[in-house]
């Protein structure tokens, strides 16, 4: 089953506008991840934040984290065509075995 | 620096039968996981092998296996395929001795059951 829940499903925007998604998630969390798939392929990780973080940045990425809600959100600042991609939120349990649980992820498509 | 790999990146099977997949982690990395990604959907976690043994596992039958080599890279085993199987497979491995919790993902294999 996939704890996290994502929105909007799609998002299409024009190149160097902003982008946002949300990811929501339901137990206690170790850490929160954030991750990039190309047309089916392989994941690239983008930024981890932890359970105690409330912000974090990297590049054009900036992440947020409200424990108490249970969410999180991904923001790509002046977005580039190189940046349509599926991007996903996965959790890592309080308990931090190793298991990610993926949310259904947000398709982003900029358009030139 | 090799990244993680696997093989075969491609492949197709009929009902019934059995398939094997193979994850060489990143160098230094000692754990590798595994992930199911069916299309439309986010991956959902298979199990994770350290030191040879499984260490965690989703909610997957036992028609699913695995296994880790001393040299930390994997297998993933499906017996009696179902139409069902049909998805991306991927394997993540990271370094569990040091804390890391990142997991860096292979290209996956793709794999269809006709």
């Known amino acids: 089953s996939q704890q996290g829940e994502e929105d909007p499903q799609a998002l299409s925007i024009q190149e160097g506008e902003n982008a946002t998604m949300n990811c929501s998630y339901k137990?206690?969390?170790?850490?929160l991840q954030w991750y990039r798939q190309n047309s089916g392929r392989g994941l690239v990780h983008l930024i981890l934040?932890?359970?105690?973080?409330r912000e974090k940045h990297s590049g054009r990425l900036r992440v947020t984290h409200d424990t108490s809600k249970k969410s999180s959100s991904l923001l790509i600042t002046a977005s580039r065509a190189a940046d349509t991609a599926s991007y996903f939120c996965?959790?890592?349990?309080?308990?931090?075995?190793?298991?990610?649980?993926f949310g259904q992820g947000t398709t982003l498509q900029v358009k030139p | 620096d090799a990244g993680v790999t696997q093989s075969p990146t491609h492949l197709i099977k009929t009902r019934g039968q059995q398939v094997t997949l193979r994850c060489s982690p990143k160098?230094?990395?000692?754990?590798v996981s595994w992930y199911q990604q069916a299309l439309g959907q986010g991956p959902q976690f298979i199990f994770q092998?350290?030191?040879?043994?499984?260490?965690q596992r989703g909610n997957f039958p036992d028609r699913f296996s695995g296994h880790q080599f001393p040299n930390y890279s994997s297998e993933l085993n499906v017996n009696a395929l179902l139409l069902g199987d049909s998805a991306l497979y991927l394997c993540?491995?990271?370094?569990?001795?040091?804390?890391?919790?990142?997991?860096?993902f292979g290209p996956g294999t793709r794999l269809l059951v006709l």
């Open positions: 993540a491995s990271s370094l569990v001795a040091s804390g890391e919790e990142t997991q860096y």
């Open positions: 137990t206690s969390i170790n850490n």
């Open positions: 934040i932890r359970s105690n973080e």
């Open positions: 996965a959790t890592l349990g309080s308990s931090n075995t190793g298991k990610l649980i």
């Open positions: 160098s230094g990395h000692d754990t």
């Open positions: 092998y350290y030191e040879e043994e499984e260490r």
